[in-house]
């Protein structure tokens, strides 16, 4: 990703949300949506167009969850860890999960394939245990359903 | 031409909502039998997801739970015209565990389309805010107050002292900020609101507005609602192209508009302060009170800040009025709460209720017991910051007042069922590392208290007996300074299911 097309985003975000007050959180929304994480290239051209200092967009980006500094893997696994999916066997799950994605919660294989995160809450509590898989919400995950994942995304046993 | 009802709510397409629709479309198409598929909100009843509805004869037939390959069956069975099946459910308005609820702001869940805004007319939609139009101001305020409305966000603050302290200030510019950072797990009932009825939050942020004097608006929505964001957006723009919000609300002269801000994934944006910090696009950290947001709040300005379930319950209130609430309810909670029954349980779901059912009653009665058949040992009310309860206190109404009795809190609703494998040692260790996880890092005994805590109950698990006593009496120390000198709920509140696992199941920490 070139700077310029880095600036070009950042651009259009900032233009989006002209007039608006508090427009941080959405334009690193959109940079995010975009780009698929917001690069650290990208700070300099944020503070100067909200006339921030790099120190406080930086400090934004790091303090949400959400927001990462950079690429995932092709695809997205974010399991959730609060209490009513661990009323489910969420820890069992979640075992299961790092070991045949050989990850950690918060890391990407190597081969660029798979991000397993931990989400806390999808809302979805009384279908427990719940994961957010490329985007679609699912419930009553099992083992099978990571195995299967995992599978179709030729994920090594 | 038959409707049939396959709801688009977050938990129903989790499920496999979605594929159920395609699988309707594609073999009535084939079939060549007319069919038109609204996409409801959930009612509910999350064991009976995904919950198919068919219109039949103005009556509405219920099947369920159905997946995709039940579809061809179900139609060759006689589905359209309401025949016996395996998943027929009849119709669902008679089931007991619907039919014993008492749903004022959750009326119209599963009933309308979220994505029509005369179908939310019909369903008396709207005339809150008509009769709020021919109120003065302090009028909606005092109907608010009267009728006894609480924060249901988990403060349980008056909702009408609050509009009153935003109403009375002066300023060039007030705001209504809806909380829906709905991040407590065991909770969703916001989430089913936004999806399921939007309109009914809209009418509530209007009518807000029209009490204090607001003529902006914004939902701060948490962006692990991906589906509740497309519902709100399309209930927004519909409700602007009818004149519902924008300038000049049904040729009253009044102004209102509604934004959608998204969150980032911090739990610690369901504080009030952090989150107007958050909408103004810095680090959510919380903010020293006072002064209070409803004098100085989102750019300095009056601010009222609801969440999702009062700001929509204000349209039934001012639309049957303030007794009508009151009347529900016990003590000093009145009216009605959707309580919402998750985790290890048999028949979970969404159960609008008057304060004051026991914990018994919606555990038992409306759960059904555990959904892996083992007895229960504990439930956790009121999301991470809740206490847990062992089976004996089970009898305690679920009330604010009766709950803080019991050193424990109501929260947002939200009552989360354990089996008896459950290891309270493991969950009073997550309380305290879920809040350093989330912490803003703001004060001394929320950062630091939470990561020495979770030292200490590691420490407690692995000591000897004799050290063991100490360091439960320094958990116990540690719990003090975080209620006593954390600056908002997360480090304050997290003491509650950390000592209640320690009081009532000591046993798992020996």
């Known amino acids: 990703m070139s700077p310029a097309s880095i600036e070009r985003c950042v651009m259009v975000a900032v233009a989006r949300m002209k007039g608006e007050p508090g427009p941080l959180l959405e334009i690193l929304h959109s940079v995010q949506h975009e780009l698929g994480f917001v690069p650290p290239e990208a700070v300099p051209f944020i503070a100067d167009a909200l006339n921030l200092s790099r120190a406080e967009v930086h400090g934004v980006i790091s303090f949400y969850h959400h927001f990462r500094d950079r690429p995932a893997g092709q695809h997205v696994i974010k399991l959730c860890r609060a209490e009513a999916c661990q009323a489910m066997n969420g820890h069992a799950l979640a075992e299961f999960a790092k070991q045949r994605l050989k990850l950690d919660f918060g890391q990407t294989r190597e081969d660029g394939k798979v991000t397993l995160e931990a989400v806390y809450c999808l809302g979805n509590c009384a279908c427990a245990p719940s994961a957010m898989i490329d985007g679609q919400l699912r419930g009553r995950v099992d083992e099978q359903t990571v195995s299967e994942c995992a599978e179709n995304w030729g994920v090594p046993a | ?510």
């Open chain 2, 1 to 510: 031409m038959t409707t049939v009802y396959v709801p688009g709510d977050a938990s129903a397409v989790s499920l496999g909502a979605d594929a159920v629709a395609v699988e309707l479309t594609r073999e009535c198409r084939q079939r060549g039998w007319p069919i038109r598929i609204v996409r409801n909100g959930s009612r509910g009843l999350f064991w009976l997801e995904p919950l198919v509805e068919v219109s039949v004869a103005g009556k509405r037939v219920a099947y369920g739970p159905v997946r995709a390959v039940d579809v061809a069956g179900l139609l060759d069975a006689g589905m359209l015209d309401g025949a016996d099946h395996a998943l027929r459910q009849g119709n669902i308005e008679s089931h007991a565990w619907l039919g014993q609820q008492q749903r004022l702001t959750t009326a119209r869940l599963g009933v309308v389309d979220p994505a029509d805004i005369d179908d939310y007319i019909k369903h008396a939609g709207y005339t809150g805010l008509v009769a709020a139009l021919g109120m003065p101001a302090g009028e909606i305020v005092r109907t608010v107050t009267e009728s006894g409305l609480r924060g249901r966000g988990g403060a349980a603050f008056p909702t009408g002292i609050k509009w009153q302290t935003a109403h009375d200030q002066v300023a060039a510019q007030k705001y209504i900020a809806c909380n829906a950072d709905e991040g407590d797990s065991g909770t969703f009932s916001d989430r089913m609101l936004m999806e399921g009825d939007p309109f009914s939050l809209i009418e509530g942020m209007t009518i807000a507005g029209l009490a204090v004097g607001a003529t902006q608006g914004y939902i701060y929505l948490r962006v692990e609602y991906p589906h509740a964001a497309r519902a709100l957006a399309r209930a927004l723009h519909v409700a602007r192209e009818r004149g519902y919000l924008g300038n000049d609300i049904r040729d009253s002269g009044r102004n209102f508009d509604i934004s959608v801000r998204m969150g980032a994934g911090a739990y610690i944006c369901g504080e009030e302060t952090s989150m107007l910090e958050s909408l103004e696009g810095r680090r959510g950290e919380v903010r020293v009170r006072p002064p209070l947001p409803a004098i100085k709040g989102l750019f300095g300005q009056p601010t009222v800040v609801n969440n999702v379930v009062t700001l929509a319950t204000v349209p039934v209130i001012l639309a049957r009025g303030a007794a009508h609430f009151r009347d529900f309810g016990m003590g000093k909670s009145r009216g009605t709460i959707p309580f919402q029954l998750a985790g290890n349980v048999k028949h979970g779901g969404l159960i609008e209720c008057a304060f004051g059912l026991t914990v018994k009653e919606l555990v038992h009665g409306y759960g059904g017991g555990t959904a892996t058949g083992r007895p229960v040992r504990a439930v956790q009310i009121g999301g991470p910051l809740g206490a847990y309860l062992p089976e004996s206190a089970f009898d305690t109404p679920l009330d604010y007042e009766a709950l803080a009795e019991k050193g424990g809190l109501l929260g947002h609703g939200g009552v989360v069922v354990f089996d008896d494998t459950v290891d309270m040692a493991r969950m009073a260790r997550y309380a305290l590392e879920f809040c350093a996880i989330e912490s803003c890092g703001k004060c001394t005994p929320c950062r630091v208290g939470s990561t020495r805590g979770v030292e200490l109950v590691d420490r407690i698990l692995a000591s000897a007996n004799g050290s063991r006593d100490r360091d439960v009496a320094l958990l116990d120390e540690l719990c003090d300074t975080m209620a006593n000198g954390s600056l908002c709920g997360l480090g304050g509140l997290t003491p509650f299911p950390v000592r209640s696992a320690l009081r009532h199941f000591r046993e798992d920490f020996y």
